[in-house]
């Protein structure tokens, strides 16, 4: 069996009295996608800190491609390239100049640097803003650029963190798009996200993280199995209607309701057919309604039904920086 | 040479040259290409420099024009006892333009980036010591050219002018270290700024560089008399005018004490930082 990419047994951090990573244990097979999935202060960020050497670990241990990220530290920042949840560029240099620097320091002499940065220029179509300062390009622009940032040489692992994070739509595409081409190149990719559907789009496997505890982890289809697919969600104009609904649909549905958005929602595992269901009953009760929509389970959803309790989003402390708090 | 890659990943672009070289030239290399980078950055925000650039010049013409005609010096004209000053306390100025720098490198992640990369890490501390250590000899220059053309006449000999070279650098190469420590700890640029100037504006206006101390009031007098910076000014106005202080064994010892204050800060500096961008990590 092949050397996996990263493989950490109990990994855990303590800041101060706070665990932000809890005896995590992690497998990443080489060449797959390993999400971590969870909202702010879950610790995702805290574990790819650590798998990138930027923090060490309370205890336990983690290996990337076969070196500890303790003792072979600088082995493991020759096989890794990071991409951090703040855009990590010097921001009065041009995209071009970020780039030609990272392959600089990365070690090409200056004519393989420039090449280097043309490629990815290319490839990620940076061409239209690649003389601009990366303080005057939007943000979907500088992720693209610091993701041709983190691909001046061929990392073994590829560590994202939030990728996509504040991304529009299409932006959003583009990056899951590269991302998949690296996967096909060979690269081992590990990226957090609080998007459920993006780690169901990428994940070959997923690890759901809240509290610094890893709360489920398997394959996207092995979690939608437990999160459930579809859900219809009926909003009523009077808050009193809410029981009404709750009558028409409680005998055939199992609900979840949120009073304070006067919402009902209703699990859709045959998406259009549930959803003709609920209207049609919902027009015999003659009950006004806001608005029926079909839409995906979200990370709320996932949480209440891999936990049996709604996530606890704490306020993440910005951690890209350091000092430790006095 | 054409590109001969058909992925998303450069691929048979040459090869780092990287694990072909030693460690000490891989340090030189990598901390030369930061010092580029950061002096790259310069002509992009020009403002950024106004700390050496314009502040010497209005410092330099303010003290000389404005409140040089109600100062007199004993022995010396204004011109030959400010201009020295001015470069001894301007050397402590470096704290804040180092400390600046620093912080805003580290709350933007660039640094983050950095550390991740296979790098050897003393490289970046190195280069942002170097580039503020240009920065800073760009000020010297400034207060040491609008000086000259206003009238300061400085006296040394050629061992005199390497002795004032020496200290200059010495002096600049300190307090970059302590800002460079400082801009570690404090978690904003704007909180370092504050820090700095409120550290290094008192001192410096004590230091005796735009009046003497000794015609100083009882309390500021004391502390003047051992004040760092006193020792700095001392030193400089010593070495180019020949004058010698009263007041404190470091004013009669000026250019030992500059030396020992550098000295000081050194020690203290320099490991107390490189112990912390070792182990700079997060908190949440």
């Known amino acids: 069996m092949p050397e996996p990419a990263v493989l950490a047994e109990a990994l855990s951090k303590q800041f101060g009295d706070v665990v932000a990573v809890d005896a995590i244990d992690l497998n990443i097979p080489a060449a797959s996608v390993m999400a971590l999935l969870g909202p702010n202060g879950a610790g995702k960020t805290t574990i790819v800190r650590m798998l990138a050497t930027l923090c060490e670990p309370t205890s336990g241990t983690a290996s990337v491609c076969g070196f500890d990220i303790v003792r072979e530290a600088d082995a493991v920042r020759n096989a890794i390239s990071l991409t951090g949840q ?8 041009t995209a071009q100049e970020n780039l030609i620097l990272m392959a600089r ?3 090409y002499r200056r004519r393989a640097a420039a090449q280097v940065a043309e490629h990815l220029i290319d490839q990620l179509d ?3 803003f690649k003389d601009k300062l990366v303080k005057s390009i939007s943000g979907g622009q500088r992720r693209r650029v610091d993701l041709a940032a983190s691909l001046v040489v061929k990392p073994k692992l590829l560590v994202l963190d939030e990728p996509t994070t504040g991304l529009d739509p299409r932006s959003r595409q583009a990056v899951w798009s590269a991302i998949r081409e690296l996967v096909t190149e060979g690269v081992t990719v590990l990226l957090t996200t609080q998007y459920l559907e993006e780690a169901d789009e990428l994940a ?10 890893a709360v489920a982890s398997g394959t996207p289809p092995e979690l939608r199995a437990q999160i459930g697919d579809h859900r219809v969600d009926v909003v009523v104009a009077d808050p009193a209607d809410v029981d009404r609904v709750v009558e028409a649909l409680g005998s055939r549905f199992l609900l979840t309701l949120d009073r304070a958005r006067r919402t009902v929602s209703v699990p859709a595992p045959n998406e259009a057919v549930e959803l003709a269901l609920v209207a ?9 309604v806001d608005e029926i929509s079909l839409r995906r389970p979200t990370l709320d959803d996932a949480f209440l039904a891999l936990t049996g309790e709604p996530s606890t989003t704490v306020v993440e402390a910005r951690d890209d920086f350091a000092g430790v708090p006095s | 040479m054409s590109t001969v890659s058909i992925g998303l990943l450069p691929t048979g672009i040459g ?7 030693g460690r000490t030239a891989r340090y030189l290399r990598e901390t030369w290409l930061l010092v580029v980078r950061s002096l790259r950055t310069v002509p992009r925000v020009p403002e950024r420099l106004s700390d050496v650039t314009i502040q010497p010049v209005v410092f330099t013409l303010l003290f000389l024009y404005v409140f040089g005609s109600a100062i007199h010096v004993p022995g010396l004209s204004y011109q030959n006892y400010l201009v020295p000053g001015l470069v001894g306390q301007g050397v402590a100025f470096g704290v804040i333009g180092a400390g600046v720098a620093t912080s805003t490198d580290f709350t933007s992640g660039v640094i983050d980036r950095f550390r991740s990369l296979p790098i050897t890490r003393l490289s970046v501390i190195t280069a942002q010591v170097v580039g503020q250590m240009l920065e800073q000899i760009l000020g010297m220059m400034i207060y040491i050219g609008v000086g000259l053309a206003a009238g300061w006449r400085p006296q040394f000999s050629t061992a005199g002018l390497a002795e004032f070279i020496g200290l200059v650098l010495l002096g600049v190469f300190a307090f970059n270290w302590l800002g460079v420590l400082l801009g570690m700890m404090v978690r904003s640029s704007d909180a370092m700024q504050g820090i700095g100037f409120a550290l290094v504006f008192p001192l410096s206006f004590l230091a005796g560089a735009f009046v003497p101390i000794s015609g100083m009031k009882a309390v500021p007098r004391a ?10 000014v001392a030193a400089m106005r010593h070495i180019c005018q020949g004058t010698n ?8 010892h000026p250019i030992v004490a500059m030396l020992g204050w550098s000295v000081i800060l050194i020690g203290v500096c320099v490991p107390l930082a490189l112990r912390r961008f070792r182990r700079v990590e997060s908190a949440i």
């Open chain 2, 223 to 232: 502390i003047g008399n051992w004040d760092p910076l006193s020792a700095f």
């Open chain 1, 86 to 93: 703040f855009a990590a560029l010097e921001a009065n240099l």
């Open chain 1, 105 to 107: 320091l990365r070690g």
């Open chain 2, 15 to 21: 090869e780092p040259v990287q694990a072909t070289v």
């Open chain 1, 204 to 213: 070959d496997q997923v690890v759901v993280m809240d509290h610094g505890r």
């Open chain 2, 245 to 252: 202080a009263q007041g404190s064994w470091q004013l009669e």
């Open chain 1, 126 to 128: 940076i061409a239209e």
């Open chain 1, 280 to 288: 049609q009953e919902l027009k015999q009760a003659v009950i006004p």
